[in-house]
């Protein structure tokens, strides 16, 4: 199954997305995270069906098996699981302060790519951790 890179951003009000192999797509939403991915996969659906219909090229990735894989900036990431992971939480993950944490969360400032590194690498390290566990 191929993965379509959907680029996340945090709006005043909700989200954003975009796609890279979709130079004129953006799409956004006031509400949740959960709101945005309805609205993505509608979206396509819908961009999809228009360019088959009108003679339109698009990415051949659409006519197979295909997943979103959400890409999120760091402030982005942060707000969309601030009431799931606390900012001890994140810290304790990845051994960055919490103060730190907050001033990304905030946009006050912008992690260096070692830092981003090791919010993603702490994340998906717990992701694997879960799916592993039965009850």
């Keep these: 199954m191929e993965k379509v890179v959907v680029n996340v951003g945090k709006t005043p009000n909700g989200y954003s997305a975009s796609i890279d192999i979709l130079p004129s797509w ?15 996969a509608e979206s ?19 006519d197979g098996e295909y997943e979103f894989e959400y890409k999120f900036d760091v402030e982005s990431l942060l707000y969309c699981y601030e009431g ?16 730190q944490l907050g001033h990304y969360a905030r946009g006050r400032s912008h992690p260096r790519a070692a830092q ?11 992701g694997k951790e879960l799916v592993s566990v039965s009850v």
């Design 116 to 126: 981003r590194t090791k919010i993603a690498s702490a994340l998906h390290k717990l």
């Design 26 to 40: 953006v799409v956004g939403v006031s509400g949740s995270f959960d709101d945005l991915k309805n609205e993505i």
């Design 44 to 62: 396509i659906t819908i961009f999809i069906k228009w360019a088959k219909k009108d003679g339109d090229k698009y990415p051949a990735v659409f």
């Design 84 to 99: 799931i992971f606390t900012r001890t939480a994140i810290s304790r993950l990845t051994g960055i302060n919490q103060k």
